[in-house]
């Protein structure tokens, strides 16, 4: 049976567009003899017409990616924009590395473990960024005698 006129005057009875005009598919005969804009209104207060739901755009797959994206994923080379020293400048990793450093230096100078001109030989080579970390410092002590083994 064709039903299109019955959906297209339900659609602008309903306010709403023909894909979303359901027809109870047990009452396709009687709305088939509905042919007045008050024979469809009548089907509509009746329940044989019925206006679907609008569909929405699903926010699943935005959730499961929030829910990644907390858990520290997605962060790989491909997702980055700019430069390294766009996302940690490179004087706030200049400052991570020197503080700790100039801390150390100065813990070993005031316990005695090393010598005034030793710390300052030492300060001066990590001013000019030779040490990495503080390990790197401790081993380079080490390695040229200035720190015990058991240090």
């Given at each position: 049976?064709?039903?299109?006129?019955?959906?297209?005057?339900?659609?602008?009875?309903?306010?709403?567009?023909?894909?979303?005009?359901?027809?109870?598919?047990n009452?396709?005969?009687?709305?088939?003899?509905?042919?007045?804009r008050?024979?469809?209104?009548?089907?509509?207060?009746s329940?044989?017409i019925?206006?679907?739901?609008?569909r929405?755009?699903?926010?699943?797959?935005?959730?499961?990616r929030?829910?990644?994206?907390e858990?520290?994923?997605?962060?790989?080379?491909?997702?980055?924009?700019?430069?390294?020293?766009?996302?940690?400048?490179?004087?706030?990793?200049?400052?991570?590395?020197?503080?700790?450093?100039?801390r150390t230096?100065?813990?070993?100078?005031?316990?005695g473990?090393?010598?005034?001109?030793?710390?300052?030989?030492?300060y001066?080579?990590?001013?000019?960024?030779?040490?990495?970390?503080?390990t790197?410092?401790?081993?380079?002590l080490?390695?040229?005698?200035?720190?015990?083994?058991?240090?």
């Amino acid at each position: 049976m064709n039903l299109k006129n019955q959906r297209r005057i339900a659609a602008e009875i309903l306010g709403c567009g023909i894909n979303r005009v359901w027809i109870d598919p047990n009452r396709i005969e009687d709305i088939a003899d509905a042919i007045t804009r008050a024979d469809i209104r009548t089907a509509i207060d009746s329940g044989a017409i019925v206006a679907l739901p609008k569909r929405g755009i699903s926010r699943a797959r935005a959730r499961y990616r929030a829910g990644q994206k907390e858990k520290g994923r997605r962060r790989g080379p491909g997702s980055r924009k700019g430069a390294a020293g766009a996302r940690t400048p490179e004087k706030r990793q200049w400052i991570q590395t020197i503080r700790p450093i100039r801390r150390t230096l100065k813990e070993l100078r005031d316990e005695g473990k090393i010598s005034k001109s030793v710390y300052r030989e030492f300060y001066m080579k990590a001013k000019g960024g030779m040490f990495k970390s503080k390990t790197h410092l401790i081993t380079h002590l080490k390695m040229e005698g200035h720190l015990k083994e058991g240090n």
